[in-house]
């Protein structure tokens, strides 16, 4: 089966970026979703189809997909931004794979 | 506005068996294809179940196939998850989620989640 696989944690000071990877094999060739769930929360889309972005969320998430990995990145992060995210993708055989999820620490 | 609100969830023995709903509103429900996740306490986001808007099309994952139903009823705009042969492992928040309409989509809006908790 699909594996994806992401950094347990990322940390980053406020004002600074953060990127998020999601790494599989020839990800490139897939669709990738990406998730923010804060503690207590269901999860949130916050980027789909590798880069776009559904309306509410901040021009400041933004991601990108080519070869074995998928990035999810948060331009001029603010505490608020501190949450689990998490990347998702389609297999092939119409099954559904998460990412084991990536905590994101703001310093 | 779109809501998803799940409900049945509780505390079940070992080998036993519970009926997860989840309540649709704020769209039309016979369009979209359904999905169960579930996250078990302090772990990440694991895919349980799918199916399509006329429940043409069934999906599972490997860790619950054959124990676990997903089906629906358009007509009460409802899902549902059939458990059954519990295991401990199977103890998580299970969240209904919809799919966009677009293929290999995503999910665009999920419920608050119900406990299930699966212990002797």
């Known amino acids: 089966s699909y594996v994806l696989t992401q950094p347990p944690s990322v940390s980053v000071a406020p004002g600074k970026t953060a990127r998020i990877t999601c790494g599989g094999n020839?990800?490139?060739?897939?669709?990738v979703h990406w998730y923010q769930q804060k503690p207590g929360q269901a999860p949130v889309l916050v980027i789909y189809y590798d880069s776009d972005r559904p309306s509410g969320i901040p021009e400041r998430f933004s991601g990108s997909n080519s070869g074995n990995t998928a990035t999810l990145t948060i331009s001029r992060v603010e505490a608020g931004d501190e949450a689990d995210y998490y990347c998702?993708?389609?297999?092939?055989?119409?099954?559904?794979?998460f990412g084991g999820g990536t905590k994101l620490t703001v310093l | 506005e779109v809501q998803l609100v799940e409900s049945g969830g509780g505390l079940v023995k070992p080998g036993g068996s519970l009926r997860l709903s989840c309540a649709a509103s704020g769209f039309t429900f016979s369009s979209y294809s359904m999905n169960w996740v579930r996250q078990a306490p302090g772990k990440g986001l694991e895919w349980v179940s799918s199916?399509?808007?006329?429940?043409?099309?069934?999906y599972y994952a490997d860790s619950v196939k054959g124990r676990f139903t997903i089906s629906r009823d358009n007509a009460k705009n409802s899902l549902y998850l059939q458990m059954n042969s519990l295991r401990a492992e199977d103890t998580a928040v299970y969240y209904c989620?919809?799919?966009?309409?677009?293929?290999?989509?995503?999910?665009?809006?999920w419920g608050q989640g119900t406990l299930v908790t699966v212990s002797s």
């Open positions: 020839n990800i490139g060739s897939k669709s």
């Open positions: 989620a919809r799919e966009t309409l677009s293929g290999r989509a995503p999910f665009d809006y």
């Open positions: 199916i399509s808007s006329s429940s043409s099309y069934i």
């Open positions: 998702q993708v389609w297999d092939s055989s119409s099954v559904v794979v």
